[in-house]
């Protein structure tokens, strides 16, 4: 399975943009790119996906690089209901069932 | 609608009792997926289901794991002869296929 890396944690300060990177550079042109997030004491929730083009919705921005090696998610004003894990994971038609590998994820503390 | 249930949310074994996790999915969902997330890390994947056939079970850590969804719902997570090692959290999700995944609060399992 293609790798992800994402750094440890990231702090932020609420209302502000906040941008969570995480590289991918063995990635394959069918692995799509999603972003689950996991609060604390919750399951993890599904954020956003995509495939080459940047993608929005109403939970967040993700900007995946030309050649796809990297990709970031944007959080467009950080609120502290925010702070939690961000997992970025690539999924290709041989998981099964799309089966998730979260790997260690980006810890986002958000500061008022 | 109603959300990924999951039962109980806590649990304490004594080292060498069994347990079931009972995990109810969103109504109509055809995959079904175990994760066991350990204090500190991700979720790791355990097993997958497509309504009541098992098709993957690689992620089960020994053969005291056992996973059922005999009729294509409800799932139960057995575990046999609890050891220390086994304590986590276990995760539940579901989803339509190919598409992403909607967890359960999870199942704390404590084994003393």
């Known amino acids: 399975d293609a790798k992800t890396t994402q750094p440890n944690s990231m702090e932020s300060n609420e209302e502000e943009p906040v941008h969570l990177p995480c590289n991918h550079s063995?990635?394959?042109?069918?692995?799509?790119i999603h972003w689950y997030r996991q609060l604390p004491s919750q399951g993890p929730e599904y954020v956003i996906h995509?495939?080459?083009s940047n993608v929005n919705n109403r939970m967040a921005s993700l900007a995946i690089a030309e050649d796809r090696k990297s990709s970031t998610l944007i959080l467009h004003r950080a609120t502290l209901r925010d702070a939690a894990v961000y997992y970025c994971?690539?999924?290709?038609?041989?998981?099964?069932?799309?089966?998730?590998?979260f790997g260690k994820g980006t810890s986002l503390l958000v500061t008022p | 609608g109603a959300g990924v249930s999951q039962s109980p949310r806590y649990k304490v074994a004594k080292r060498g009792q069994d347990v079931a996790l009972r995990c109810d999915p969103i109504?109509?969902?055809?995959?079904l997926f175990w994760y066991q997330q350990a204090l500190g890390q991700g979720p790791e994947f355990l097993t997958y289901?497509?309504?009541?056939?098992?098709?993957?079970k690689s992620g089960l850590p020994s053969d005291r794991f056992f996973a059922e969804r005999p009729e294509g719902s409800v799932s139960t997570l057995k575990i046999q002869r609890t050891q220390q090692e086994d304590s986590a959290v276990y995760l539940c999700?579901?989803?339509?296929?190919?598409?992403?995944?909607?967890f359960g609060p999870g199942t704390r399992l404590t084994v003393t």
């Open positions: 999700a579901s989803s339509p296929p190919r598409v992403e995944q909607y």
């Open positions: 063995t990635i394959s042109g069918t692995d799509y």
């Open positions: 995509g495939l080459t």
């Open positions: 994971i690539l999924i290709s038609n041989s998981n099964s069932g799309y089966a998730l590998n």
């Open positions: 109504s109509g969902h055809v995959s």
């Open positions: 289901f497509q309504n009541e056939a098992q098709l993957d």
